[in-house]
């Protein structure tokens, strides 16, 4: 079984948040799931999507061009997808902001739920994107609805790693700062490398950097290049890992780790170039 999905809609619609979801449910499920974002204006209201794939075997290519399953939350979404997808897929429209009378391909299946409608009715609007992979469930055989509520419980315990790692944040950066600092100076090291290494860069890795790096010139090596790579990863993605990833395919992340941290060098050298 393979089974290609996007989720697409507004920025602020939840459309990346509906594909973790369906990764986490798959992953418990003990299927093979692929998770890939775009990212770009959707925090400002421009589209959003992720490609999503679920398999019992090995996926080769996480990248979905023609999808057998479509959740389109907007008209946009709708219009850009349809001619891609693939002939008897599913197409799961947001009714509630597409128009009624909106004709669509004969050899699909569209099943049409007024998500925002229902999400408002329940007094939380940010919900729509729940209620479209509560209509996915109930209409596909993809998962049970056993299996769907056991990943949907997993996301609690993955919340509370986030934050925890979120709120630590802070504490190493005082720590680099303080103490690794003036060691670093004095062996004419700049200091940022370490709290780059360690910091990812959207959790104070770039601001670090430009408080304590000796130049400009290391401030966008550490802060950006360093903090989005290496810090990244040893900041967020393993902890994060190390508590989701079943004991039996630890062995696997951690040559995957290994094998990412050694193209570090690769990847600074790319994006210095």
């Known amino acids: ?61 996480p990248c979905v061009k023609n999808p057998d399953i479509l959740l389109g ?15 008897n897929g599913y197409m799961f429209v947001n009714e509630s902001l597409v128009s009624k009378d909106r004709k669509y391909r004969e050899d699909i299946n569209v099943i ?10 329940l007094g939380n609007e940010k919900a729509a994107n729940i209620c479209m992979l509560g209509a996915m469930v ?26 925890g790692i979120l709120s630590i944040t802070p504490l190493l950066s005082s720590i680099i700062e303080i103490v690794v600092g003036p060691i ?17 860069i959207d959790m104070g890795g770039y601001n670090i950097a430009s408080n304590i790096a000796n130049s400009s010139e290391f401030v966008i090596f550490s802060g950006i290049l360093m903090a989005s790579i290496l810090g990244c990863t040893l900041s ?6 190390l508590g989701l990833v079943k004991e039996k395919y630890m062995d696997s992340l951690t040559k995957g780790f290994l094998c990412g941290i ?5 990847s600074k050298d790319c994006g210095e170039y």
């Open 1 to 61: 079984m393979l089974n290609e999905i996007i989720c697409a809609g507004f920025g602020g619609q939840g459309v990346l948040t509906a594909g973790k979801i369906i990764m986490y449910v798959a992953y418990k499920a003990e299927k093979k799931i692929t998770w890939f974002p775009s990212y770009g204006n959707e925090m400002r209201g421009g589209s959003a999507n992720c490609n999503v794939v679920v398999s019992d075997e090995k996926i080769a290519n």
């Open 236 to 241: 967020f993605t393993l902890p994060l890992a």
């Open 184 to 200: 670093a100076k004095n062996f004419n090291i700049d200091p940022s490398i370490f709290s780059s290494s360690f910091i990812a």
């Open 73 to 87: 939350m907007n008209s946009v979404s709708v219009d850009k997808y349809e001619s891609l997808m693939k002939k």
């Open 262 to 266: 050694i193209t570090v060098p690769i």
């Open 138 to 163: 109930k209409s596909l055989d993809l998962f049970t609805k056993e299996e769907f509520e056991s990943g949907i419980k997993t996301m609690g315990p993955l919340a509370i790693s986030m934050v």
């Open 112 to 121: 049409k739920v007024p998500v925002t409608e229902i999400a408002q009715n």
